[in-house]
């Protein structure tokens, strides 16, 4: 038989006291809610990202910035000190581009070698390592070349093609019938 419930005593300051009072019925009720709101703000430690995914991630980003603006994978922020960077040739960042260490005529030769005999960056400025593969032109990945890094970009002497389709220029394409 339910007792009186108009009858209990609730006291102001024990709520564990004041719950054992209630039938038993909205304990279940209470005690589902409770557990329900505490699993909401619960997030397990293996769902949080990793402490060290942020770096990683601008890391990642760094890498596939300086493929596709033709930065040296040695001038990147986090492989050398800014006044410790030498010009090299086709690199886009701002030290090479502002760099005036090197005469202007000597990078037009670059450019010239570069142009006659594409191995002379790989075989005599930036060696081909096995390791990686930043020193190469392109590599091929999943079956379709990838351009790594260009030693002409921005000389005179750089592929018009590439360099129209990188500034945006409108192509018309022709059909052979
Ligand atoms: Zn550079």
Redesign the pocket.
């Known amino acids: 038989m339910n007792p009186d419930y108009s009858k209990i005593q609730f006291m102001n300051d024990d709520l564990k006291y004041n719950i054992t009072l209630l039938p038993k019925d909205i304990q279940a009720i209470i005690y589902i809610i409770t557990w329900k709101g505490f699993w909401k703000t619960y997030v397990p430690l293996t769902a949080k990202p990793p402490s060290w995914l942020h770096y990683a991630n601008y890391v990642k980003s760094e890498l596939w910035n300086a493929s596709l603006n033709n ?2 994978f040695l ?1 990147l922020p986090f492989n050398t000190l800014p006044e410790n ?1 030498k ?2 040739m086709g ?3 701002d ?2 581009i502002s760099d005036t260490e090197v005469d202007f005529m000597e990078k037009h030769m670059h450019s010239l070698v570069q142009y006659r005999n594409p191995a002379y960056f790989t075989n005599h400025i930036a060696f081909n390592e096995s390791v990686s593969s930043w020193n190469k032109y392109h590599v091929i990945c999943a079956g379709n070349l990838l351009k790594v890094f260009d030693p002409l970009r921005g000389s005179y002497k750089e592929n018009k093609f590439t360099k129209k389709l990188r500034e945006g220029y409108k192509f018309e394409f022709t059909y052979i019938q």
């Open positions: 930065i040296h001038h960077k010009w090299i690199c886009q960042c030290s090479c």
